[in-house]
C-alpha cells in the first residue's frame, strides 16, 4: 500500500506522521514545491520510527511526481492555509489552481488512485476535482465532515463533562463556519441522546462553537489547526486502505441524494477499498434539512467562482 502526501507543511506532515505511527502501509510519499522542505520533513519523521515502532518508509520528494507512480490512495492538503479573519471561501483563486494542477499530475503517475481532498474550501476543491478529472466519483473524496465531527464530539464531551469515548455525534453538509451541520438530534453518549444530558439553549452553543472550532484555532495559532486535521485524513486513509467499510461523513458528489444535485457536500458515506462504496440516507428533522438546503446553497455560491 503506497499513499502519496501532497504538501509538506503542517497538515500534510501529520498526515504522514499518523499513517506512519498507524503502520498499515508500506510507503509514504510526501512531495512539495519548496526544495528539500518534505525530505526534510521525511527524515525527521523517519528518525521517529524506532522510536514509535513504525516500519513504513517515508519518502520526500521536491515536485517529482515520478516519485508518487502507483499510488493506491493521494492526499491534496497543497495550497495555502487560513490566516486569522479569513473565510475558507477566500482561499479559493489560488487553491484552485493549485488543486487542478496538483491532482491532474497524480492522476498521470498513478490512473488507478483514490484521491482525497483537504486543500479549502475543501467542498469546492473536491467538486472541481470531478470536473478536472475523468475517474469514477466514487475515487474523489472531500476530508471535511472528518474533522468537523470530531470537533462536535469534542464539544459535547465538555460540555457534559464526558469522557469523549462515551461520544458519538457527526456533522454534515459544507466545510465552512455557516455550512456545517451538527446532527444533534443523532448524537448520543453511550446510545443515550445527548438531549437527555443538555438543555435545547446548551446544545445550541456546542453547534455554534463546533461551526467556529477552525476560525477559533486560526485566532489562537494564527494559522489553520494540524493535528486533528491530519488525524482525520489518516482515519480516511486507514478505512479506505484496509478496506474497514467505516462509516465517515464526507464531501462526495451528489447525484439526487438528500435532494442535492451537482454538489459535492459532505454526507455519511462508507468507505472501503474502492474508495466511497455507499452514501448513507440519514433521516433528518425539519431544521437540519433547511439548514443542509442552506449550506448547499452556500457551496453552489463558491463552485459558481470557478473557472469550469
Not at 173 to 189: F, I
Request: hydrophobic fraction near 40%; charged fraction near 20%.
Amino acid at each position: 500500500m503506497k499513499i502519496t502526501v501532497v504538501g509538506a507543511g503542517a497538515v500534510g506532515a501529520s498526515c504522514a506522521e499518523y499513517i506512519a505511527i498507524k503502520n498499515f502501509a508500506s510507503e509514504v510519499v510526501l512531495l512539495d514545491i519548496k526544495e528539500g522542505y518534505a525530505e526534510g520533513k521525511a527524515m525527521d519523521l523517519m528518525q521517529c520510527a524506532s522510536l514509535n515502532g513504525f516500519d513504513t518508509k517515508i519518502t520526500g520528494v521536491t515536485n517529482d511526481y515520478s516519485k508518487t507512480a502507483n499510488s493506491d490512495i493521494c492526499v491534496i492538503t497543497s495550497g495555502i492555509p487560513r490566516k486569522p479573519g479569513m473565510t475558507r471561501e477566500e482561499l479559493i483563486g489560488i487553491n484552485a489552481g493549485i488543486v487542478k494542477s496538483v491532482s491532474t499530475s497524480l492522476l498521470e503517475h498513478s490512473p488507478n488512485m483514490i484521491l482525497i481532498v483537504v486543500s479549502n474550501p475543501m467542498d469546492t476543491m473536491t467538486y472541481l476535482a470531478h470536473k478536472s478529472l475523468d475517474i469514477p466519483k466514487n475515487r474523489i473524496i472531500g476530508m471535511g465532515g472528518a474533522l468537523d465531527s470530531a470537533r462536535f464530539k469534542y464539544r459535547l464531551a465538555e460540555a457534559m463533562d464526558a469522557p469523549i469515548s462515551d461520544i458519538d455525534g457527526m456533522v454534515i453538509g459544507g466545510h465552512s463556519d455557516k455550512g456545517m451541520v451538527p446532527l444533534t438530534s443523532h448524537a448520543t453518549r453511550n446510545s443515550i441522546r445527548v438531549s437527555e444530558f443538555l438543555s435545547a439553549k446548551r446544545l445550541e452553543q456546542v453547534a455554534a462553537d463546533t461551526k467556529v472550532g477552525g476560525a477559533t484555532l486560526t485566532g489562537l495559532l494564527g494559522t489553520s489547526a494540524w493535528y486533528a486535521p491530519g488525524a482525520a485524513v489518516s482515519g480516511l486513509v486507514q478505512a479506505i486502505a484496509c478496506d474497514q467499510k467505516k462509516m465517515f461523513p464526507c464531501s462526495t458528489f451528489l447525484e439526487g441524494e438528500y435532494g442535492l444535485s451537482d454538489i459535492c457536500i459532505g454526507v455519511p458515506v462508507i468507505l472501503g477499498r474502492n474508495g466511497i462504496e455507499r452514501i448513507v440516507d440519514v433521516p433528518l428533522s425539519d431544521a437540519e434539512k433547511a439548514h443542509m438546503k442552506e449550506s448547499a446553497e452556500g457551496v453552489k455560491k463558491t463552485n459558481g467562482l470557478l473557472d469550469v
